[in-house]
């Protein structure tokens, strides 16, 4: 384990350097790509899985966000809608890795788990969809690390919400094919997050750390006194649902 995080680490390093480094856009994703693989091992190590299973895990987390890089750099921009799917780029860019210490068959696995872990893969290859649920688990629960912190940003700065987002907010339904036009959009976008962990040990760290109500007090700041009732409305809906597996169920569908 420890030779092959080395020389995945090492690999990603000499990849990022070639970015500005200097930008906090930049030591932000590179900090967060580390939080993800970490999580990504530590799932693999919860679930049991074989030592080659837990490399993979981790390699898959180092590799599920290269694309954001370059999507900074040629758009200046995170949003996939106003530029690329960082998934697909990232797929693309894991050539630019040497990937020859594993064999074929689990290098197609990490890259196509990689690929689709913006929108989940709804294949029927057992190993895939196992990866990819890895990896949408370990990329939410990075995510509310980085709210509960305090360090995500409000990009937007109109009040209000959209209707639609707040319906599948309070339904448990995918949020990421919207993009926010209001900082309530924003906020919920960023709380459903919460929502994506789906495995147990995962949620009870949710819970033992109270994330939801530290989430949800990093947004009320930004928002007027008719849209921070509402979002505190909606995060205490969440609240009761989270465990619910009929509301977490939304999230399998593949029409949502």
Not at 156 to 169: C, N, P, R
Not at 186 to 211: P, W
Not at 216 to 238: C, P, S
């Amino acid at each position: 384990m420890k030779d092959f995080v080395q020389n995945i680490n090492h690999q990603f390093f000499d990849f990022v350097l070639k970015y500005d480094t200097s930008d906090d856009n930049i030591i932000r994703k590179i900090i967060h790509t580390f939080t993800v693989a970490d999580t990504c091992f530590t799932i693999a190590c919860k679930l049991n899985l074989n030592e080659k299973d837990r490399n993979l895990a981790y390699l898959s987390g180092i590799l599920h966000d290269i694309g954001r890089f370059e999507q900074w750099k040629l758009y200046h921009t995170y949003n996939d809608k106003q530029s690329v799917d960082h998934g697909e780029l990232s797929y693309e860019l894991c050539d630019k890795f040497d990937l020859s210490m594993i064999d074929a068959e689990d290098l197609k696995t990490v890259k196509l788990a990689v690929k689709y872990h913006t929108k989940q893969y709804e294949g029927e290859n057992e190993r895939i969809s196992l990866f990819n649920k890895i990896i949408l688990n370990a990329d939410a629960y990075a995510n509310i690390l980085n709210t509960a912190n305090g360090a995500q940003r409000m990009t937007v700065t109109e009040d209000g919400y959209t209707q639609e987002i707040l319906s599948d907010f309070l339904q448990m339904k995918r949020l990421w094919i919207y993009s926010p036009k209001t900082k309530m959009d924003r906020a919920l976008m960023l709380t459903a997050c919460l929502y994506y962990v789906r495995y147990d040990f995962l949620k009870e760290q949710v819970l033992k750390n109270n994330f939801i109500d530290i989430v949800a007090e990093n947004f009320v700041g930004y928002l007027n006194d008719q849209d921070k009732e509402i979002y505190l409305n909606a995060v205490n809906t969440l609240k009761e649902r989270f465990l619910d597996k009929n509301f977490t169920s939304n999230l399998d569908k593949k029409d949502n």
